[in-house]
């Protein structure tokens, strides 16, 4: 695994904090901290600089004080995806790469094919069965081509290991090139500065290939070392699917490493990551940071997915709503003080997947006494 280091005091020399506050917003505006040479001009879409919202009635609802969302739906293709590709699609167009094939569960390849389109770079998307028709269509109608497999994002990334080299074109899974793990990392700058240049005390990071937990405590490590922050991390909270956990089951066995989780079934498509490239420093981080790795069931991702939209008017995604599920667990069992500052990274917009089981609306239609009846009845009055 390849990662960027910076000349960090020259950055430090360079850039102040007041500096950021005469940019323009979007996640360029951290520019000294990103790979981006002097003169080179990203692809974007104005991605990044999205809200930390806070959420003051679902804490009153858990019994806690201090809960925030960082809105990543908000980014041009309604999730965090947006930031990384955005940073990769560019780095490949400077280094003059012929095409892209990228593995996805979804969110990835829809965003790798809208960058694709905005920078001039083919794209080749590879997705399981099943993935969602929104996150398929945004790769086709950006003009990517889009194959399905049967199995799970690490059998679409097997199949583009043995392909991708032999027409000349880059394999874009996880890791396997170190800029998508930067433009994910400008999530954690723009949190600590949202939140005064500081860390949460618990940061809630629904976790399927995990560039985005380590690219946010890589964002904390940098700003540490330049003393833009105290040296201190948040405790990071990997939240999986019960059926598909291999980091929380490598946690539980005290394990160094991941291995392969078989037959990985969720219908949170990013969770759906049974054999997460970056296994070994995720578990080393949450050691690091007092964290942990911990699994939901279905129904309580649902649930949550729910109970924030009733509570906060937010759709989020199933797999951000898992991180809710989790910090909810942790609340029944006592394992969260009342008073600790939390942060939950909602990952995407809700509305890119197929919605949970709702009830159907109530029709209208009769005499004005039949339709007061029935809004009377739906009302509970």
């Not at 539980?252 to 949170?268: F, H, I, R, Y």
Request: overall charge neutral; aromatic content about 6%; glycine content about 12%.
């Amino acid at each position: 695994m390849l990662a960027v280091r910076y000349d960090l005091p020259k950055v430090a020399a360079a850039v102040t904090k007041d500096d950021l506050l005469r940019r323009a917003p979007g996640m360029y505006r951290f520019r000294e901290l990103t790979p981006l040479d002097g003169g080179e001009e990203p692809i974007t879409l104005g991605e990044g600089g999205t809200p930390l919202v806070p959420l003051p009635r679902l804490a009153r609802h858990l019994g806690l004080r201090h809960i925030w969302g960082k809105d990543e739906g908000q980014n041009p293709t309604g999730s965090f995806k947006a930031r990384g590709l955005g940073m990769a699609l560019t780095k490949a167009r400077t280094l003059g790469v012929k095409g892209l094939m990228i593995p996805s569960a979804g969110n990835a390849g829809g965003a790798a094919a809208v960058y694709g389109a905005r920078g001039g770079i083919p794209v080749v998307v590879v997705v399981p069965r099943g993935t969602a028709e929104a996150a398929i269509a945004e790769a086709i109608i950006a003009g990517a081509c889009v194959f399905t497999v049967d199995g799970s994002i690490a059998t679409a990334g097997k199949l583009i290991a043995g392909v991708a080299s032999t027409f000349g074109w880059f394999d874009l899974a996880t890791l396997k090139e170190p800029y998508r793990l930067e433009g994910k990392k400008t999530m954690g700058l723009e949190l600590a500065e949202q939140l005064g240049w500081q860390a949460p005390d618990l940061l809630m990071y629904p976790t399927g290939g995990g560039t985005g937990l380590v690219g946010i405590w890589k964002a904390y490590e940098e700003l540490a070392a330049m003393g833009w922050i105290k040296a201190a991390q948040p405790r990071f909270v990997a939240v999986q699917a019960e059926g598909c956990a291999p980091l929380v089951k490598a946690w539980d066995d005290k394990a160094e490493t991941t291995t392969l989780w078989e037959n990985p079934v969720t219908d949170a498509p990013g969770l759906r990551v049974p054999g997460p490239f970056a296994g070994r420093q995720m578990l080393k981080i949450m050691r690091d940071t007092g964290g942990h790795a911990r699994a939901v069931s279905e129904q309580e991702i649902v649930e949550a997915q729910k109970l924030l939209a009733r509570i906060e008017g937010i759709w989020t995604a199933p797999e951000a709503a898992a991180a809710l599920a989790a910090l909810c667990q942790m609340k029944e069992t006592g394992e969260v003080d009342a008073g600790s500052r939390i942060v939950i990274v909602l990952t995407g917009a809700g509305i890119k997947n197929p919605p949970p089981a709702l009830p159907a609306p109530v029709h209208l239609d009769g005499d004005e006494a039949q339709i007061l009846a029935r809004v009377r009845k739906a009302l509970g009055l």
